[in-house]
């Protein structure tokens, strides 16, 4: 295996590993497992019940052998993940099951789905006899018998095999609680028949939701095994294929790349796996065609769509020198692309491990319920126990005391309790990756409950960061067009940024410039050079004095204002006179202003923080709605303008996306980087956006306060359904096989309310 594969296999990325658990049935099989590899010396375990997966941080060069062989002990399977490349190939057809067409077969799903249909089939007959007397004919009870003895032996068969392997291993799970309460159902069925007096002909069986006093041995309760083992086979497999769908966005995160690439070898294309693509290859992309990994374009003009990766739905204009994504969608040209990072590097890679590594990790409340249901199956089994001999003690019949202790260990399971929390992880960060939001883990959702104040870094994040031409005054008697035209054909000559942004600005407004001849750049000063046979000369003020071209009073007093303003002026002039002035500034982003209202609307207060000086700030800040500005801090100085606020109370989130935002991103208590911005900044923060646009910042905290809401939620009904159901049951209020139904549905409850996350809509739509 590959150093590449090893690291996708084994998950092995700063000093981890990643194993894929098997056999884990319900939340206190991963508590189980984690607190016994947690044992081991160095080694700290995350397992996740959700996910099927154990993220472990190890010394260096730890066998995993070691690992495996530690979770095989606790009764489950544990193996490295195949790497992608590894996994079956896809048959045709969508599965029955419904997971996507492209996708291979679950055999555990498959296996589930098999016991189901058969237990459902010889189940419900059972059920009908013993609710509607009317059915109920001289040897009914023996007909039930022949049809659910298949049911509580074969259909529960995974429950037993895991009781008795927990047994063996001194432990007890949920597992051990269907397994006991279907059993002795059955059992005691079995003593009714054959010992008591069920078995006799004409026995009739009246369906009753509550108790009623008897002597036992003329009851049977084979409607209570075989319903409850369908049941929860229900809930299972319902479970099993809502983690799958909660899982998709990942999965289809990962099957957005290109599958094969053109390369250019010695000037021809030659078809390869994009795969075996290598940093500094030259490949080509056709209209219609997937960018195949990160690179930069070499030759051609385009339109590329990125709404896979950003959610972004209007296509960026790319020409020669412009960075591209792989996954993104060539809309228009041919381009030809030289690869600059390749397979884990890619910007898709990187964006699936996030996602995959805060669906692994664990919030608080998580690590509480984990706690719980490590302690909550023996405690079940002793309020059992003790359900069954005070109900003897208080005089009430065998039979009477049985059903309430079969009803107390049914309720109880706290499958909905294991569920709660990652089932709404997984669905909300993979809806977040869809949208363009990636949240690096649980604990980040906690965060977004507090958070009162939002710092804006100004460039780049509020503004383009880019400089844009936004204004010119003419000299009187100077048409418009002729100082964009003469000024913007000199500036496209040179490199700097102001120049560029007077040249893409003219040629925007009065079409195809002129080729400049003897351009020269005057370092510092400005540009000189002659367009259509003018001398035309652009730059400072000083350098139009130089050659005695001198602004009108008008003129000087637009050029004063727009400086006070924050912005930067060119003086133009040819002929031996002044013609006019250009403003150039970083403009705000269209949707700031409309993202700042939004933030406003959550209760946030946002705060601008700039560099610049308090007029360009607060300029800025009165055109997109910001009232508090913090302005001239210089780069190294934000972390403690960050530091200052968390002091004076405040709970702070801070946006950012530039190098010298890594510090105060890693500093507030809530970090989003713009994924537009540099590697370390989205390294340092909690949250990336992978748009430039802010109203992504609003996403990104909305959805993580909806999928901690919906966390809650899940708890609030796991807790409030078992605290409420085991007196119930206890009481002998609750027949058996309802409290298998109603056990097996709250789980689909749960993770039923956590897929509605799949439906949450950007604010920017």
């Not at 309720?411 to 909905?416: F, K, R």
């Not at 071209?549 to 637009?558: D, K, N, T």
Request: glycine letters at 10%; charged letters at 20%; proline letters at 4%.
């Amino acid at each position: 295996m590959s150093s590449q594969a090893e690291q996708v296999a084994g998950g092995g990325l700063d000093g981890g590993i990643e194993l894929a658990i098997g056999g884990m049935t319900c939340a206190s099989c991963a508590n189980r497992v984690e607190r016994k590899l947690n044992k081991l010396d160095g080694v700290s375990a995350t397992v996740n019940y959700a996910t099927e997966k154990a993220r472990i941080t190890v010394p260096d060069g730890y066998d995993p052998g070691l690992l495996i062989e530690e979770v095989e002990k606790t009764g489950y399977t544990a193996s490295l993940p195949e790497p992608p490349a590894a996994a079956a190939p896809a048959a045709d057809g969508a599965p029955a099951d419904g997971t996507p067409a492209d996708e291979p077969e679950d055999p555990e799903l498959t296996s589930l789905r098999q016991r189901l249909i058969g237990s459902v089939v010889l189940t419900v007959p059972v059920i009908a006899m013993a609710m509607i007397p009317a059915l109920q004919f001289t040897y009914w009870q023996w007909l039930s018998l022949a049809l659910a003895a298949p049911v509580i032996v074969w259909g529960a068969w995974p429950f037993h095999r895991a009781a008795w392997a927990n047994l063996k291993h001194g432990a007890a799970t949920m597992d051990t609680l269907i397994s006991m309460g279907t059993l002795a159902a059955f059992l005691w069925s079995l003593y009714a028949l054959f010992l008591g007096t069920a078995g006799h002909p004409g026995m009739t069986h009246p369906f009753e939701l509550t108790v009623a006093p008897s002597d036992g041995a003329g009851n049977i309760y084979l409607e209570v095994g075989a319903g409850v083992t369908m049941f929860i086979l229900l809930g299972r497999w319902f479970e099993k294929r809502s983690k799958r769908q909660a899982g998709a966005a990942l999965r289809a995160l990962m099957e957005l790349g290109a599958k094969e690439v053109s390369v250019l070898r010695d000037g021809a294309e030659v078809r390869i796996p994009a795969g075996q693509l290598a940093v500094d290859d030259e490949f080509v992309v056709r209209p219609g065609e997937k960018i195949a990994t990160d690179g930069v374009v070499t030759q051609g003009t385009s339109a590329v769509d990125q709404s896979m990766l950003t959610g972004e739905s209007v296509p960026v204009e790319v020409a020669v020198g412009d960075s591209v994504t792989g996954a993104t969608v060539n809309a228009g040209g041919r381009l030809v692309v030289r690869a600059t990072r390749v397979g884990a590097d890619t910007q898709l890679a990187q964006m699936a491990r996030m996602v995959e590594d805060a669906q692994t990790g664990k919030a608080q409340v998580q690590r509480l319920a984990d706690r719980i249901s490590g302690v909550f199956v023996p405690v079940v089994i002793v309020i059992a126990v003790v359900t069954l001999v005070a109900w003897l003690v208080w005089g009430d019949s065998v039979s009477a005391a049985f059903t309430a202790a079969v009803a107390v260990l049914v309720i109880a399971c706290p499958c909905a309790l294991g569920l709660a929390t990652p089932t709404a992880l997984l669905v909300g960060t993979g809806r977040g990756a869809q949208m363009g939001v990636l949240i690096k883990g649980p604990e980040t959702l906690e965060s977004t409950r507090t958070i009162d104040t939002v710092v804006l870094d100004k460039t780049g994040t509020v503004t383009t960061g880019a400089m844009t031409l936004t204004d010119t005054v003419a000299e009187a008697g100077v048409a418009r067009a002729d100082l964009l035209r003469f000024a913007g054909a000199l500036e496209s000559a040179s490199e700097h940024p102001i120049a560029r942004a007077i040249a893409a600005g003219a040629a925007q407004e009065v079409g195809e410039l002129p080729a400049p001849q003897d351009f020269r750049n005057l370092e510092g000063r400005g540009v000189q050079g002659v367009v259509d046979g003018t001398a035309v000369v652009v730059g400072r003020e000083s350098l139009l004095a130089d050659w005695s071209q001198h602004l009108s009073p008008e003129v000087s007093r637009a050029k004063a204002d727009a400086e006070a303003a924050g912005r930067t002026v060119v003086t133009v002039g040819w002929n031996g006179e002044a013609r006019g002035i250009l403003i150039v500034a970083d403009t705000v982003k269209p949707t700031s202003a409309e993202a700042i209202a939004q933030l406003k609307d959550l209760g946030l207060t946002p705060i601008l923080l700039t560099g610049d000086n308090e007029a360009v700030a607060r300029q800025i800040a009165g055109e997109v709605g910001i009232d508090e500005v913090i302005a001239g801090v210089m780069p190294a100085d934000k972390v403690d303008v960050v530091t200052r606020l968390q002091g004076a109370g405040k709970v702070v989130a801070m946006v950012g996306d530039g190098v010298n935002d890594a510090p105060a991103l890693a500093q507030a208590d809530l970090g989003l980087a713009m994924g537009t911005g540099t590697d370390v900044a989205i390294e340092a923060s909690d949250i990336t956006l992978v748009r430039g646009d802010l109203r992504a910042a609003v996403d990104a905290i909305r959805l993580s306060r909806k999928t901690l809401s919906t966390i809650k939620t899940n708890l609030f009904w796991a807790f409030a359904y078992n605290v409420a159901a085991i007196p119930v049951a206890a009481l002998g209020m609750l027949n058996p096989m309802l409290a298998g139904a109603a056990m097996a549905f709250s789980s689909v409850f749960v993770v039923g309310n956590s897929l509605r996350l799949r439906g949450f809509r950007s604010v920017a739509r």
